[in-house]
T-cell receptor, first 113, second 114 residues
Framework: NAGVTQTPKFQVLKTGQSMTLQCAQDMNHNSMYWYRQDPGMGLRLIYYSASEGTTDKGEVPNGYNVSRLNKREFSLRLESAAPSQTSVYFC????????????FGQGTRLTVV | QKEVEQNSGPLSVPEGAIASLNCTYS??????FFWYRQYSGKSPELIMSIYSNGDKEDGRFTAQLNKASQYVSLLIRDSQPSDSATYLC??????????????FGKGTKLSVKP
């Protein structure tokens, strides 16, 4: 059982380049999330999708776009990467409902130079 | 005030001692609370969840919730070096009928010394 799978695991971008981080879950979960984690900052919510076809902004959405392609997949796009977007990105999914656990992917370490 | 607050630590305890990790939250309507453990370079994994006031025990771990004080804690008994990690407190932010989303604290780094 793969759970939540993120690709790629590592990426180096030049300032101004674009890229898409992919996330897929095989647990039939309704809700999916993108977080970024910076040293000393904990996990900060970028965007989330409560169900297929819906997306909403989180705490730090500027510079990002998302697509909930289907129930399994939730992608995060950086249109014009900036050094401030250097971070570790985690995708997570939940079945739905306030009392449900979030499962995390293995993370993507992104460096923007 | 940040929505979920934790002491960043590091918290250092000797092996075999009790480690106490604390978290406060600002949204009074929150109903669901989670503790995640994150080893360095790894993704977070769930340790405990708690939804009702009082204590919830699972092995060496006890979660405590006090909604009136907006306070949730995690106790680790008989701490082991393998417990050395960052512990993240997460609170579900409800939006009316929506299940809401998880808001995390900055985490407390725990170090258990042999």
């Amino acid at each position: 059982n793969a759970g939540v799978t993120q690709t790629p695991k590592f990426q180096v971008l030049k300032t101004g380049q674009s890229m898409t981080l992919q996330c897929a879950q095989d647990m039939n979960h309704n809700s999916m999330y993108w977080y970024r984690q910076d040293p000393g900052m904990g996990l900060r919510l970028i965007y989330y999708s409560a169900s297929e076809g819906t997306t909403d902004k989180g705490e730090v959405p500027n510079g990002y776009n998302v697509s909930r392609l289907n129930k399994r997949e939730f992608s995060l796009r950086l249109e014009s990467a900036a050094p401030s977007q250097t971070s570790v990105y985690f995708c997570a999914s939940r079945e739905g409902g306030r009392n449900t656990e979030a499962f995390f992917g293995q993370g993507t370490r992104l460096t923007v130079v | 005030q940040k929505e979920v607050e934790q002491n960043s630590g590091p918290l250092s305890v000797p092996e075999g001692a009790i480690a106490s990790l604390n978290c406060t939250y600002s949204d009074r309507v929150s109903q669901s609370f989670f503790w995640y453990r994150q080893y360095s370079g790894k993704s977070p994994e769930l340790i405990m969840s708690i939804y009702s006031n009082g204590d919830k025990e699972d092995g060496r771990f006890t979660a405590q919730l006090n909604k009136a004080s907006q306070y949730v804690s995690l106790l680790i008994r008989d701490s082991q070096p393998s417990d050395s990690a960052t512990y993240l407190c997460a609170v579900n932010r409800d939006y009316g009928g929506s299940q809401g989303n998880l808001i995390f604290g900055k985490g407390t780094k725990l170090s258990v010394k042999p």
